[in-house]
């Protein structure tokens, strides 16, 4: 593989495709200019919102949309991305058939720890009117009441540089937050004349919106202190923000799972060319949108997007249904050893009781919103998930626990209770993950990824605290505050019904 050419416009030019299962790009990326930042460009977002991107510029001729991906905290993307001149493959494997798309709508690719300055500029810039965001639950660096969490160094260091802008005295030094560099672009962008711009945000987060909005303005409005034009500058951008910038909520939904190298000898096979960005997609994907634009938008509804008034709807079936399934099957199989989700979900009994949560304890909680009927959108994301061809790991998806769980399952378990039902579907999925915290104890145990994971991990207390000390260890988890909302903390119902769920995650989970 290593003495293939890897793939770049010249050498695509050189070895035009001729397998009839590649296809693109679907425009000349030559002719596109830079519209639109993202940050945390990914595996999702290649595979996801740029596809997008570049289907609704193909069908519309507007070639203003091509995408800067802004990376996190390597430069590993931009070293895979910049020598193929940001062209790159999604691979999309169905459970019958694979088809390689070539993608073209990424532009440019840069490093905050080296770029943070060309992030700002084109942040600033009159022709960018879009920063879209897939920087995962943990990187909007929340604290409990919702708000940036100030006390982060990280978060520090950046409001700094935030102050900095807004004084017009940038900083050179490196923004070390996605939240802080966008928001040292807005100043910039305030600065420099206040052009209205559109923040979309693209995570698993419930009203991500107004999510990433409050972020944005409580890291501005922590700028001033003591001093008077400080604080009239922070004000004017504040005013700006509200005046000028919108954060509409999306829902966004493909199973991008990571790159394996069979996967880049498959794709090899197909092009001729070696891509060291290929993605790996399955062929569902879909994108709902709240129509809430401070200014020009790429025609994403051209490419097949939904533009609506109202995400949330959308947002909840998605949420609790596939993501909340993702992250029981996550748990439990790895627990009992599978090493994908695919592998989970064909175990009978794995797969009987994600469908029986699914039915007594998530739908009861939704409202189907127009055109989507709840039981052919469960069946659809059992039939997803089994797709053998996608190897997304059981560890990947458990990962960030204490991120997912809030949004993923225990909006359901609040609303089972507040409706007068103990929601216990919701319970065994609190309890495999308390269970997967304890294996993260044991000697040959899964790494536990986590922001939180020391905290996890002293609450439980040792691998063998879930059959010693049930009981204790249910209470320990449960007195997180920074997890778990009022309501399920100080209901005995719910610590009840995960205490007694314990026994039968080992049941399920037993080699």
Sequence with gaps: MSHAPRLSLATLAEHPPTEAGVVGPALDPDTLSVGIVHFGIGAFHRAHQAVFTELAAAATGDTGWGIMGVTGRSDTVVQQLVPQDCLYGVLQKGAHNTELRLVASVRNAVWPGRDSEIVVATLAAPTTHIATLTITEKGYLRGVDGSIELTAPAVQNDLELVAAELAGEPDERASQTPIGLLVRGLARRFRQGGQPFTVVPCDNLVGNGEVTRGLVT?????????????????????????????????????????????????????????????????????????????????????????????????????????????????????????????????????????????????????????????????????????????????????????????????????????????????????????????????????????????????????ADAVTSDPAGTVDRVLALDAVFPEALRTSPEFRDAVVAQLPAVRALTAR
């Design 218 to 462: 409580s890291l501005v409005a922590a700028l001033g202190g003591a001093d008077a034009a400080a604080r009239e500058r922070r004000d004017g951008l504040l005013g700006w923000l509200g005046a000028s910038v919108s954060f509409p909520s999306t829902m966004v939904d493909r199973i991008a799972p990571a790159t394996t190298d069979a996967d880049r000898e498959e794709a090899l096979a197909l092009l001729g060319l070696r891509d060291e960005a290929l993605v790996v997609a399955e062929p569902f994907l879909q994108w709902v949108i709240e129509d809430d634009f401070a200014g020009p938008r790429p025609a994403w509804e051209k490419a097949g997007a939904i533009i609506t008034a109202d995400v949330a709807p959308y947002e909840a079936v998605k949420l609790r249904t596939l993501n909340a399934t993702h992250s029981l099957l996550a748990y439990l199989g790895a627990l009992k050893g599978h090493a994908t989700i695919a592998e989970a979900v064909a175990d009978p009994d794995l797969h009987d009781v994600a469908r029986r949560v699914i039915d007594e304890d998530i739908l009861p909680t939704l409202a189907a919103p127009a055109g989507i009927d709840l039981g052919e959108y469960r069946d659809s994301v059992l039939e997803r998930f089994a797709n053998p061809n996608l190897a997304h790991t059981t560890r990947q998806v458990a990962m960030d626990g204490s991120q997912k769980l809030p949004g993923r399952i225990l909006g359901t378990a609040a609303d089972r209770l507040a409706a007068g039902h103990t929601p216990h579907g919701s319970a065994l999925a609190v309890a495999a993950w308390i269970s997967y915290i304890a294996a993260s104890l044991a000697d040959g145990g899964p790494t536990l990824d986590d922001p939180m994971a020391e905290a996890l991990q002293d609450a439980v207390g040792s």
